[in-house]
């Protein structure tokens, strides 16, 4: 195993480890600097990139946050919410949404990409 690839399994293994959160470039940085393990900035966004175009973790752009998060795609979990108060970011499946999704590919022969679409609104606590 070359260097590069051990980097590689190393970025994944700590993306894996957040099961709930999203992970960005500055935390896997600072992650791997405390634990004393030389990975720079630009090796880390190298790796993303390739896991990423592999179907192994998924890259986030939330409005709001000037930072790309990263989480390891999980089966299932293809929609994502995000509280407009505290910020916290809710991943699940929906059969009522994939049925829209299709509705729109078959009816509008337009394909929503549902990795990147958020739905905005007030998570429990934040509502109640």
Do not use: W
């Not at 634990?35 to 090796?43: F, P």
């Not at 929906?94 to 679409?117: G, S």
């Amino acid at each position: 195993m070359d260097y590069k690839t051990k980097q590689r399994q190393a970025i994944l293994e700590y993306i894996q480890q957040q099961k709930n959160r999203y992970v960005t470039v500055n935390e896997l940085a600072k992650a791997f600097k405390e634990k004393n393990i030389a990975i720079g900035l630009t090796t880390i966004y190298r790796h993303l990139e390739k896991l990423e175009a592999n179907g192994i973790i998924r890259k986030y752009n939330i409005s709001g946050s000037s930072a790309a998060c990263y989480k390891a795609i999980e089966e299932g979990d293809r929609f994502l919410l995000k509280c407009e108060t505290c910020g916290k970011l809710v991943r699940f499946s929906c059969e009522d949404l994939e049925r829209l999704y299709t509705h729109f590919n078959q009816a509008h022969n337009f394909t929503i990409n549902p990795y990147k679409t958020v739905f905005y609104g007030k998570c429990s606590r934040c509502s109640g």
